[in-house]
């Protein structure tokens, strides 16, 4: 079977666009709530080529012109410097061209550091972006996820590196936020029942222990080495409810001390929409490749990070191990899902 090209963001993550598009309800009361001045700042942190978000951010800009014509606004798209930048601006675009009062720009960095200057949000948001660490950790030998795994050494090695870009993460928000300003964030996460993207607690099979079936199975067939079989660990963490809202529950973190404020927070589920086209149409073939390349778009890169440069090999092991989850998929779609869940957060700066 033939790995299909790689697709533009938006193409191949819809299921990114229905988590965004669950939090319009949340979104709508932040704005509501604003006291919006003659200019007002609404940034997306972590906004890839910002197309899973133009339906969510055309609804509130015109809300907002709705309710007081002469505010102008400014709508900052965020990603890193290496993303696909250019996409992202034509994007945000559609809701700046031809319009007087509506404006958009682009601000390439990482959401780690403090991207604007104090008090200029009005409203600030993000969609599944926040779960990668920001520091490698590299306890993780004999799985590919740290949350799929037994190892508890690791795991607590991950909750400490997450928990720490967490509350540097708010407290760089905390900064940037007006008084009265808003954040809301959406981030994949694990549930009271241990349910996050990958395991539906049993409903279909786990999506990563299958990636580290194969990964095994290319060191077993020495496609790979001991140390790139060890080295390929996906570098994220899904966090529980109790864990996103602690720098907030805190009184000594940076982010509370600053005025950050927990308003309320919540689950929700999105049942994987290529399972669901597929029991529509039974097209097994569309919904191999289709899940295939939504897995890949965000793991790929914690293999292709974990190969030795310098080996020479016939084969790509990172294609044959995408190869293999098609073909796994394909010959059991009935055991396949990739069901989100994701953890939405109120905030406001007081
Ligand atoms: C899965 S995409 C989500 C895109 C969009 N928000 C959505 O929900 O569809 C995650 C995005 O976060 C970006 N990202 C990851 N770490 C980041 C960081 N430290 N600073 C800014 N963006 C980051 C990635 O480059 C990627 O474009």
Not at 294 to 313: G, K, P
Request: aromatic share 10%; proline share 2%.
């Amino acid at each position: 079977m033939v790995i299909a090209m790689t697709k533009g963001y938006s193409e191949q993550t819809a299921g990114a666009k229905l988590c965004i598009d669950l939090a319009s309800d949340w979104a709508g009361q932040c704005i509501e709530a604003l006291d919006i001045e003659n200019n007002c700042f609404l940034m997306d942190y972590g906004a890839a080529d910002g197309g899973t978000a133009s339906e969510f951010w055309g609804k509130i800009i015109k809300d907002i012109k709705e309710r007081k014509t002469s505010s102008q606004i400014s709508l900052i798209g965020n990603d890193l410097f290496s993303n696909d930048n250019q996409s992202l601006i034509n994007n945000l675009s559609l809701h700046s061209s031809g319009q007087e009062s509506a404006f958009t720009l682009i601000c390439a960095g990482s959401f780690y550091e403090q991207l604007v200057p104090n008090g200029l949000i009005d409203f600030g948001f993000s969609a599944t972006a926040m779960h990668w660490l920001n520091k490698k950790v590299d306890t993780l030998d004999d799985h590919t996820h740290v949350l799929a795994s037994n190892n508890k050494v690791a795991k607590n090695d991950f909750l400490e590196q997450a928990l720490y870009d967490w509350n540097q993460i708010l407290e760089m928000r905390s900064r940037e936020l007006k008084v009265g300003g808003k954040l809301l964030t959406v981030n994949l996460s694990r549930d009271y029942e241990d349910r996050y993207l990958g395991n539906n607690g049993g409903r279909t099979v786990n999506v990563h222990d299958q990636i580290h079936s194969i990964w095994k199975e290319l060191l077993n067939e020495k496609i790979i080495s001991e140390i790139e079989y060890k080295n390929g660990t996906i570098q994220n963490f899904y966090k529980s409810p109790e864990e996103f809202t602690s720098p907030l529950t805190n009184e000594n973190s940076a982010a509370y001390k600053n005025g950050l404020r927990l308003l309320k927070e919540r689950t929700v589920y999105v049942d994987c929409p290529y399972r669901k086209k597929w029991k529509e149409n039974q097209n097994t073939e569309e919904f191999s490749i289709g899940l295939m390349e939504t897995i890949r778009s965000w793991s790929r890169h914690s293999f292709v990070a974990a190969l030795d440069e310098n080996s020479e090999r016939k084969v790509n092991p990172v294609d044959l191990l995408f190869d293999r989850l098609t073909c796994r998929i394909n010959s059991d779609p009935e055991n396949w899902s990739l069901d989100y869940v994701e953890h939405h957060l109120m905030m406001e700066k007081v």
